[in-house]
T-cell receptor, first 117, second 111 residues
Framework: SAVISQKPSRDICQRGTSLTIQCQVDSQVTMMFWYRQQPGQSLTLIATANQGSEATYESGFVIDKFPISRPNLTFSTLTVSNLSPEDSSIYLC??????????????FGPGTRLTVL | GDSVTQMEGPVTLSEEAFLTINCTYTATGYPSLFWYVQYPGEGLQLLLKATKADDKGSNKGFEATYRKETTSFHLEKGSVQVSDSAVYFCALSSNDYKLSFGAGTTVTVRA
């Protein structure tokens, strides 16, 4: 299975600022995903990030608010822009691991806990 | 679209009790089904999976069987421990690679 790290693990930010979250994988993967987990809630997919193409956003999420970069097959960033307290969540990246027998099995990073004051 | 309906919690049990968390799904085609677990203060971990009808996934004493006729994937464990206290998420993935999660069930096991 892939090993995924995220930076930062947590942060406290002021409203109106932005936070960029990094996701690093120890192997090359085609598909990376960004999720949001609001307090006490389930996970919601923000976008799918493939290397060499623009990210595909889910309904309710837009590129201006959540710009994503995917410069190579082992790395991605998610920026949460113009922060408001409603953005306080855990943000997780995941990868689809082509090495598993189940092609659509995903492995998750440890998450970034964001608090917006 | 795809969706997962999961038994709401919280669920509180005594050690060695039997645990069942119900999960039903709606999907087009033949999805893969997963149970993920989130221990306190930790990230999301894959607990078990099943990729086709009648498959049984198992891990750490937990089991779930992919029932196509009832569109269900209920999680069971015969004798829980305090260390099983966590939030459990049922999820599915269809051909578009996206994971759809249930709402999560918080399980607390008391000694």
């Amino acid at each position: 299975s892939a090993v995924i790290s995220q930076k930062p693990s947590r942060d406290i930010c002021q409203r109106g600022t932005s936070l960029t979250i990094q996701c690093q994988v120890d192997s090359q993967v085609t598909m990376m995903f960004w999720y949001r987990q609001q307090p006490g809630q389930s996970l919601t997919l923000i976008a799918t990030a493939n290397q060499g193409s623009e990210a595909t956003y889910e309904s309710g999420f837009v590129i201006d608010k959540f710009p994503i970069s995917r410069p190579n097959l082992t790395f991605s960033t998610l920026t949460v822009s113009n922060l408001s307290p409603e953005d306080s969540s855990i943000y997780l990246c995941s990868v689809e691991d082509p090495g598993t027998e189940t092609y659509n099995e995903q492995f998750f990073g440890p998450g970034t806990r964001l608090t917006v004051l | 679209g795809d969706s997962v309906t999961q038994m709401e919690g919280p669920v509180t049990l005594s050690e060695e009790a039997f645990l069942t968390i119900n999960c039903t799904y709606t999907a087009t085609g033949y999805p893969s089904l997963f149970w993920y677990v989130q221990y306190p203060g930790e990230g999301l971990q894959l607990l078990l999976k099943a990729t086709k009808a009648d498959d049984k996934g198992s891990n750490k004493g937990f089991e779930a069987t992919y029932r196509k006729e009832t569109t269900s994937f209920h999680l069971e464990k015969g004798s829980v421990q305090v260390s099983d206290s966590a939030v459990y998420f049922c999820a599915l993935s269809s051909n578009d690679y996206k994971l759809s999660f249930g709402a999560g069930t918080t399980v607390t096991v008391r000694a």
